[in-house]
């Protein structure tokens, strides 16, 4: 079992930025198959960032040049830095790792973005 828990969210003005951690625990070997994904109110799930099968970095068209994954491995620590947030990036944030069979999530954590 892989425990996930995000934290970092909070309310922020438009062209302010937001780390977001993700602490991982449990049955976790490494971080190297973390995302991030959020979710907006009426809308679905979506990827935001993740480490690839390949060891590279995939982005959402929304988040490149202003979003960075980044990992600690030894703290077993995920983060999202999120800089110039819009409006639009307001959303639930969650953490996900996939640790053979099966794909974890955090709770989540809620981000708003103020114009």
């Known amino acids: 079992q892989v425990y996930l828990v995000e934290s970092g969210g909070g309310l922020v003005q438009a062209g302010g930025s937001l780390r977001l951690s993700c602490a991982a625990s449990?049955?976790?070997?490494?971080?190297?198959?973390g995302g991030w994904y959020r979710q907006a109110p009426g809308k679905q799930r979506e990827l935001v960032a993740r480490f690839t099968s390949i060891g590279t970095t995939e982005y959402a068209d929304s988040a490149k040049g202003r979003f960075t994954i980044s990992r600690d491995n030894n703290k077993n620590t995920m983060y999202l830095q999120m800089n110039s947030l819009k409006p639009e990036d307001t959303a639930d944030y969650y953490c996900?790792?996939?640790?053979?069979?099966?794909?974890?999530w955090g709770q989540g954590t809620q981000v708003t973005v103020s114009s």
């Open positions: 449990g049955s976790i070997v490494s971080l190297n198959l």
């Open positions: 996900t790792v996939d640790v053979y069979p099966r794909t974890y």
